[in-house]
């Protein structure tokens, strides 16, 4: 914990960053809001995790709403990892997605993984296939609008 992250500060870090990284990952929901919406409009991508809850896919659908009404529409470089926490998912994972692509933006299905619900560090060669063909093609989704020519 250091001082607290304001927008001019982010603003200079990140360009530093960008020179020497191809892809940085920034996890939005540990920054303060007004940081939090500037990585979110300056990013050249960015991927959108909802968790497969009536909550999360809430809380994402209005997170897409407001990326829809920026000025240059950040809808287009946007793609949603739908994720499921636990085996027993009581909502529907197609209505779901469905609901999360009205604004326009591919949704990748990430199955539930025991691996990945133990928390902890993520080794792939215990992912199940399932998750790491999710993971490849979400990671090639993010990838393909973050270099789209504008």
């Avoid at 209505?95 to 619900?117: C, N």
């Avoid at 998750?131 to 020519?149: F, K, Q, S, Y």
Wanted: glycine share 6%; with cysteine.
């Amino acid at each position: 914990m250091g001082a607290p992250l304001d927008v001019p500060t982010y603003r200079t870090v990140t360009l530093a960053l960008r020179r020497y990284f191809a892809v940085t990952v920034v996890d939005c929901e540990t920054l303060p809001g007004e940081v939090a919406r500037t990585a979110m409009d300056t990013a050249h991508a960015r991927v959108i995790v909802a968790p497969m809850t009536a909550e999360g896919i809430h809380g994402t659908r209005q997170v897409l709403d407001w990326l829809a009404r920026l000025p240059h529409s950040a809808l287009s470089t946007t793609v949603v990892a739908l994720s499921a926490a636990t085996p027993d998912a009581t909502i529907d994972a197609r209505t779901a997605a469905a609901h999360l692509r009205e604004p326009g933006v591919p949704v990748v299905t990430l199955p539930y993984d025991r691996h990945l619900a133990q928390g902890g560090p993520i080794h792939t060669a215990m992912l199940a296939g399932a998750t790491r063909d999710a993971a490849v093609h979400l990671a090639a989704e993010a990838m393909r609008r973050a270099v789209r020519v504008r």
